[in-house]
């Protein structure tokens, strides 16, 4: 069995910083593509940042500037730094990967963290 699990999350005023962390664990193989998503109450999950297993990375317009997504292969780990937080970015932020175990490649989501931004 597989698991995504998100850490990190917390409540921090506008102009402040987060790092949260997506961890791979269990029968993994290799973690291919990974993304995080966030979901504000009443809206729909959104792509946040995505990071391919070269490294390569690509950002919401919303975001770009402010978040870096990268990845630790070796700990099946990936990063979502964040800094100069808007109250806008409050949600529940979700991590969503392609990873290959003994017997199949499947999609994972995470169970979620909440960001609060908020002074």
């Known amino acids: 069995q597989v698991q995504l699990v998100e850490s990190g999350g917390g409540s921090v005023q506008p102009g402040g910083s987060l790092r949260l962390s997506c961890a791979a664990s269990?029968?993994?193989?290799?973690?291919?593509?990974v993304g995080w998503y966030r979901q504000a109450p009443g809206s729909r999950r959104v792509m946040v940042a995505t990071i391919a297993q070269d490294g390569s990375t690509n950002y919401a317009d919303s975001v770009r500037g402010r978040v870096t997504i990268s990845r630790d292969n070796a700990k099946n780990t990936v990063y979502l730094q964040m800094t100069g937080l808007k109250p806008e970015d409050t949600a529940v932020y979700y991590c969503?990967?392609?990873?290959?175990?003994?017997?199949?490649?499947?999609?994972?989501w995470g169970q979620g963290t909440q960001v609060t931004v908020s002074s």
């Open positions: 269990g029968t993994v193989v290799e973690v291919h593509t």
């Open positions: 969503n990967a392609n990873i290959e175990d003994p017997w199949s490649f499947r999609n994972y």
